[in-house]
């Protein structure tokens, strides 16, 4: 009798919770009101076909400020379902001790095939195998340039430079001074800041030079910086030669300045995130000039490797709850889908992480409208996927951002030479990962 | 006499347009910004006149972020710790001015050092941790109840309160007048000025956080208007910033209209007329 | 008894908001200065004075103080001073005062990452409008955000123009209580508009002076750090990171919150040494009526 009427009360509950909606929170840092709205529109489309989920979207702030709410949630004990990280953050991340690797998931799950995401992506965000969170909106720095002036300078728009030496003699030609000697365009432009140490990186990828020992951090904690070589110094001089000269200019931290510097046409090239490549087509159309988008130059006699996958990735939380991971998950397969991933890409300027999106987007002939579009996607899907295309994992990451654009601060303004600077700015990093690891 | 008056008050006049214009240029640059086509934003010389008058920005920024709303949320929260701040501020400042009390250079020493505590930065997180075993989550508790007292309001109402003559104190005590009395019936009345610019400040500092009520607030129905104009800022992309400026400036415009109306207390005369009496 | 308890009561609800809500969180400030914790908390490791010791062995902090040194030193002067000459002026009767106060307050009311992105991009290079005026005025293109000197001073500028709507407010607060007696008295004994400024206005505005110093040192020591990462992020070469926005970076940026806490706790000590010196010593010139 009793035993009947324990397994009446536990039916009566497993149907009461299956049958109640469940709720999860997904937390996300992509300002700008139309990226907010879609991820919106997403998560309704998402909720119209899974009536017995309910998503809270919330826009949680810039990356750092994503994070930081995101550790204060933790700490007090009360995180959400699915969160946005970004690209730097991996390590720390996977270290938080809260969160469930994506590929226990997709184990799971055989409905979901992890070869349809990109290689470089899913590169990025696998760490010792394993792959930890869904990556979603990725993007590369490419370079864009402004065709007509090229034509104004007498250079093919249709032949940019490819390589770092005739990247600096395009920078060059592309420079017009007025009678007084001073610059009203410069060759190149870009920002300096948490940027530059970015650019840093995909160039040392470019020449498929590691960061970090331990192939990057991804077969074992990285314990070492190892950049400090010939193919660092190389970025180091590039940059240094251009701004010495007087063809480049630096813009001052943050993207914002050199994006104004270059849509007010003042700079010839401007290198930046493809991400970026919705609103610089819509720039360049109003600003009357004809908009060119080439892959990042590398040094010539250098074997190329690529570009690393950058911007950020979803991570799921270990909230103890099956009902709610599940659910979590289900939403995470739904953004993930070729459709949703188009209308993400074709919405942002972001590039689609599903390879399906990309193909499905080939064929109905958006490329062939949109050629800056496609050059951002086949810069990345002609990188090799290699330890150093895949970027450098560390929790020690911002420190080491810091200090490379420290470095090339102090190289600019002549306190260090190339060389000195980049040996001070691989101390530094190394400091900083020795102080990370001490705790793992 | 007369003429020397106009002419003062005319040179006077054209001092401060010159200074007003000089410090108001980068607010200006805002302006023509929230004005201009997304196409005339960035464009070489430089220029200074919106060419197209364009207020669609402005409806844009409002209604993409439901500004109305989350200005309500920063009013409820700012008006809350300005009225907490002003009030919790005048009895301390009083304590510390007008009395003699075991302890008391102990206390103020212990208020004024959190002056120097970096709050908004290192508290964040035990903060947050005693919000959530409040259960203060993503309420207007946690937006308003850290905040309803500080330490640079108390030492402003010290400082000041020791400006105003001891011979009013001992008067009214003559007059049978307690503590609580003098406070609001001589004090405070004496003291408009100064009350109201701190209010304006109190309101200011709330009006402008950031970083806490995007911490402690889970939902749209509860962010504030810092946090809309962060949602107008594209990332990782260019941004719209005529949208931008034209949010910054309608979020600007309560507390300009509420110090307009605190300005008028700053007259010059009030306390000497409250002396001679 | 009763008499006794009442300054004590009127202190009671700062004090229990203030327990709470300031005491609280800086107690624990205080305890993970000796530790060293993972950015998620989940790693904690007793270490000592090591965060201290590195502070101090670093370059970069030493350096950090400095800059914080001169940063703070010109712009609470320069403000100060700006802003009395201002509040002077807004304190005349003229038409239309009350539009006047206003608008110079505004910088004041917008928040600091705004008035940071709108320097910036004034000051940017080639496109800015700065830059712009540079070139036809002087023929010069300054560089102002990216080579130093510049940077440090263009920080400088956003920080006294930020805060000239605080400064200006109270010590026109300042001037109403200073009673209109005194300058009739000053004026029939023959003193002229200078000497009134120097014998009666700042002697008798030294209350809210002291106080606007004191504030304004903490402004610029603890709250200029939004202004500074939208304009320079500390550079170039790291010649604009002041203390407290390397402190901001560490916790916030670089989520190294052990390392973090002492920074924290080391500007206290630094603070807490300077006001007791200034109570010391800066009271005396301090005017009481």
Redo the contacts between chains.
Sequence with gaps: MRKVFLFSVLTVLAVAIFAAPVTIQFWHAMGGTDRIQLLQNLANEFMQQNPDIKVDVQYTGSYTDTMTKMIAAVRAGNPPDLVMIYDIGTQMMIDSGVIIPIQNMIDKDPSFDINTLVPASRGYYTVGGKLYSMPFNSSNPVIFYNKTLFEKAGLDPNNPPNTFEEFIEYAKKLTVKDANGNTIQYGFTFGSGEPLAWFFEQFMAVQNALLLNNNNGRDGRATKAVFANEAGLRIFNFFNEMIQNGSAINAGPGWDNARQIFISQRAAMLITSTSDVNMMVKAAQSGNFSLGVMFLPHPSGVPYGGVIVGGASLWMVNTNNAQREEATWKFLKFLESTDAQIQWSTGTGYFPVNKNAIIKLLYEGYYAKNPPYLVTVLQLLMSNVTPATRGGATGAFPQIRTAVDTAFGKMFTKAMTPQQALQWAQEQANQAIANYNSMY | MKKNKMIRTILIEALLIFVTIIILLPLFLAVTMSLKKPSEVFVYPPTIFPNSFYIQNYINAFNSINLGRLMLNSLIMSVVIMIGKTIFGILSGYAFSNFRFKGSSLLFALLFVTLFMPAELIMIVPLFQIMQSLHWVNTYWALTVPFLASATTTFLMRQHFMTIPKELEDAAKIDGAGPMRFLLEILIPLSKSTIGGVAVINFVYAWNLYLWPLVVTNSNEMATAQIGLKMLTNVESTSNWGVIMAGTLMVLAPTLILFFAVQKLFVRGIVTTGLKE | MA??I???L??V??????A???????F??FKLSFY????????L?FVGFQNFWSLFTSGQYIQSALTTLIFVTVTVIGGLIISLL?AL???????????????????????????G?????????????VS?LF?ILF???P??????PLALIAIMIATI?KN?G?NV??F??????????YYEAATIDGANSVHRLLRITIP?LS??T??LI??NV?FTA??A?ATID??????????TSTL?YK???D???????GF??AE?VV??LI??IF?YLYFKFGQKAVF??
């Design positions: 008499k006794k009442f300054p004590y009127l202190l609800p700062t004090f229990i908001i203030i709470i809500f300031i005491y609280y969180p800086a624990q400030t060293r914790m993972s950015p998620f908390g989940n790693r490791f201002l002026l807004l304190n005349e009767r003229v038409p239309g005062i009350g539009i006047f106060r206003t608008l110079i307050f505004a910088p004041y009311a917008i928040s600091p990452a705004v008035a992105t709108l320097w910036a991009f004034l000051l940017s290079p080639v496109a800015g409008y712009y070139l023929k010069a293109q560089q102002w955000l990216t080579t130093y123009w000239l605080f407010i109270f026109l607060a300042g001037l109403q209580s200073i009673p209109q007696s008798l209350p809210i002291f106080y004191v504030m903490t603890f709250s750090f939208v304009m320079t992020q500390g550079g170039p070469a790291n010649t407290i402190l901001y970076q916790g916030f940026v670089n989520f190294n919150t973090a806490s924290s500007l206290i603070m807490a006001t009481y009526q």
